[in-house]
């Protein structure tokens, strides 16, 4: 598939066929092409958990699912053939830039303007939705309930230095087309040219 007509393709799937199973080699490839994404200082303070059975999926809505009002997280409904869960590691990037060639060494986050060990984990997400639609499959980032982190990591064994920033959701389409044209906000009101008050044209 051409690049553009993956771009132009990608939106949020909620709904899946879950008789059909992802395949192995397009899980392997959704997953090393999120390996590729840009990070600063190229540390890649990242991790990744694949749960991609039916019980693992039930344990991960389980652990996820919030007291009160659970139908307004997806994390606690959601049913896909396979899910992998993004979290970022904050102590691998103090730890890169604490190094010679980046000299700030007393691992403060202080001077750091963005928290970019979230941001390139949402990169790394970002390549693994464009991969899911570049495989014809549809895909879903989601959040958890900050309250049921704890939880998570219980069902799960995640360590304590790594955070979930969310997971996505993958799986073979069950929803209609949609056009979100008349949804989405156009250029001129969130692009900006050689000035904030400049919009492009």
């Known amino acids: 598939m051409e690049f553009q007509e993956v771009v132009r393709r990608r939106r949020m799937v909620r709904t899946y066929d879950t008789s059909r199973q992802v395949p192995e080699e397009v899980i ?15 540390s890649q303070g990242w991790g990744f958990l694949v ?20 139908e307004n997280w997806f994390a606690a409904s959601v049913d896909a053939p396979l899910l992998v869960v993004a979290h970022s590691n904050k102590d691998v990037y103090l730890d890169r830039y604490a190094q010679p060639d980046k000299g700030f060494v007393d691992r ?3 001077w750091w303007p963005a928290p970019y060990w979230d941001i390139d984990t949402g ?13 014809g499959l549809g895909a ?8 049921r982190i704890d939880s998570y990591r219980e069902a799960f064994g995640v360590p304590q230095q790594f955070m979930p920033i969310g997971a996505i959701s993958f799986g073979y389409s069950n929803e209609p087309p949609r056009d979100l044209r008349n949804r989405r906000r156009a250029a001129t009101e969130t692009v900006h040219r050689g000035r904030w008050n400049q919009p492009t044209t």
């Not at 490839?29 to 590729?36: E, S």
């Not at 879903?140 to 309250?147: K, L, S, V, W, Y």
């Open 28 to 42: 392997d490839r959704i997953v090393q092409n999120g390996l590729r994404a840009p990070s600063a200082g190229f």
């Open 51 to 70: 749960l991609d059975s039916p019980a693992d999926v039930a344990k991960f809505r389980e652990a996820v699912r919030p007291d009160s009002e659970p």
């Open 108 to 110: 403060s986050d202080a």
């Open 123 to 135: 990169f790394a997400s970002m390549m693994m939705l464009l991969t899911a639609v570049d495989a």
């Open 140 to 147: 879903c980032f989601f959040g958890i309930p900050i309250e």
